[in-house]
């Protein structure tokens, strides 16, 4: 059993502040003031709590201590026997030019709380949060999803964190949930359940999207860690869909038009030839690595998910309840539901892989039938040397100044042009013959008809 608070490796960069940036951190340029969304509910002894739940808008030391305190909202007293729930929705901070952390894409950014460390202390006590969700954030955006059991003041509870990293974008959440489970009569201590839930990096479309969502459930649902750890894999699927469905319409689209526009072919040749952004003026390379990339984002969570449903799967035949069963039911669709995308994007990067692969073969020919033309072509030249290099090589000799003697000794010597004549056609005939010779010799065997279509 894992303590909330006796970590034996404990990490001092979290209690000295150092991982994170707060509101009073020594560069108050690079700490925009945020406002957290902080929802809680409390079963009191009148007719149940229905929704909308209440929502308190948190900036300020003051009010989060107002919202926190034990006395305004009961939802933190762990002991009572009322079922409770209570999340805050820490927003994702902008981008900030010249700041810490510039962009709000990068995965230090859920390291930026907006509040001052005194509170982050406080929220800490009264939300149960587990230190190894502080450690999380040091992993560099790694996808996480991990069960603890652990115990808090003799309560034995439930930790579960979530870490997200989805998107060429590279978004970047984290759920840290804990879950004080039941202890009804006739136990020493009854208790009502409670979960207590953060939600780091959280955009404005997701701080809405929560809000309207958890109105859905009633109180008993809401107390259930389940609830809200479910919304955010639903969320996080549906972002997932989204933007790996557009990458692969856009591809389609593309690739599909390859036939009936020959610019775009000859787009996708250039490609094929050196890939850098100059040569692939329709994108469709760096489409192919972005929904690569996406499929190995999906695998990589499809594996924290597996091992989320193992855990589930392996506890406590005894201890489980109607949620746990729910939840493996519903994990067991998830995988199913990111094989088969995985499967669609696999089948899909195949085909286009083996697209590729064929107009890389075209192109070869191509390069080999060019070739076979150029051959053809010094053949000719060639053949044309040998026809005519005789003819000069005797003109050549017969103007030597040193023969005039043979050409006009005695009676019935026979005119230049006879003498060129005798010469010439005989060395033509034996420098063909030699060359036809050696052809048929050095003819290489089965690819006589290699250049035939050329």
């Not at 894992?2 to 034996?8: E, Q, R, T």
Request: charged share 20%; aromatic share 10%.
């Amino acid at each position: 059993m894992d303590s909330l608070w006796n970590n034996p490796n404990p990490d001092p960069r979290i209690d000295a502040g150092d991982v994170f940036k707060f509101t009073d951190s020594p560069a108050p340029n690079d700490a925009p003031s945020l406002k957290c969304e902080c929802i809680s509910t409390h079963q009191i002894p009148v007719p149940a709590n229905i929704p909308p739940w209440p929502v308190t808008q948190c900036e300020t030391d003051a009010e989060w201590t107002t919202w926190l305190g034990q006395a305004a909202n009961p939802a933190f007293d762990v002991g009572s026997v009322d079922r409770a729930f209570a999340a805050v929705l820490v927003p994702r901070t902008p981008d900030r030019p010249g700041g810490n952390y510039t962009s709000s894409n990068h995965h230090r950014v859920l390291e930026y709380l907006p509040f001052s460390r005194a509170t982050f202390s406080s929220i800490r006590t009264s939300m149960m949060l587990h230190y190894r969700a502080m450690t999380i954030l040091l992993h560099r955006g790694v996808p996480v999803i991990s069960r603890i059991p652990a115990q808090f003041q003799n309560i034995e509870c439930e930790v579960y964190i979530l870490r997200i990293q989805h998107g060429i974008a590279n978004d970047h959440q984290e759920l840290v949930v804990t879950h004080v489970p039941d202890a009804p009569p006739p136990a020493a201590a009854p208790r009502g359940r409670k979960t207590y839930a953060m939600l780091l990096g959280a955009s404005d479309k997701d701080m809405s999207g929560y809000k309207r969502i958890l109105n859905f459930f009633d109180q008993d649902s809401i107390s259930s860690p389940f609830t809200i750890i479910k919304i955010f894999l639903e969320r996080e699927r549906d972002r997932r869909w989204a933007e790996i469905d557009a990458k692969i319409t856009a591809f389609e689209k593309k690739f599909f038009s390859m036939d009936q526009d020959k610019t775009k072919t000859t787009a996708l040749k250039t490609a094929i030839r050196g890939f850098n952004a100059s040569s692939d003026p329709q994108g469709l390379v760096q489409l192919y690595l972005e929904i690569s990339l996406l499929k190995n984002n999906l695998a990589a969570w499809m594996t924290q998910l597996e091992g989320f449903l193992k855990t589930i799967t392996d506890d406590n035949p005894n201890n489980r309840t109607a949620d746990f069963k729910y939840m493996q039911a519903f994990l067991s669709m998830l995988v199913c539901e990111y094989q088969s995308k995985i499967n669609k994007c696999e089948t899909m990067l195949q085909g286009a892989s083996l697209a590729f692969q064929m107009e890389t073969v075209n192109l070869s020919r191509m390069d080999t039938n060019i070739a076979l033309r150029d051959g053809k072509q010094m053949k000719a030249v060639a053949v044309l040397t040998m026809i005519f290099l005789p003819g000069t090589f005797i003109a050549t000799l017969l103007a030597v100044p040193q023969l005039d003697s043979i050409k006009s000794a005695g009676p019935g010597t026979l005119p230049a042009w006879t003498w060129y004549l005798v010469l010439f056609v005989p060395l033509t005939i034996v420098v063909l013959g030699i060359y036809w010779a050696w052809i048929q010799f050095h003819k290489p065997t089965g690819l006589q008809d290699l250049g035939s279509n050329v």
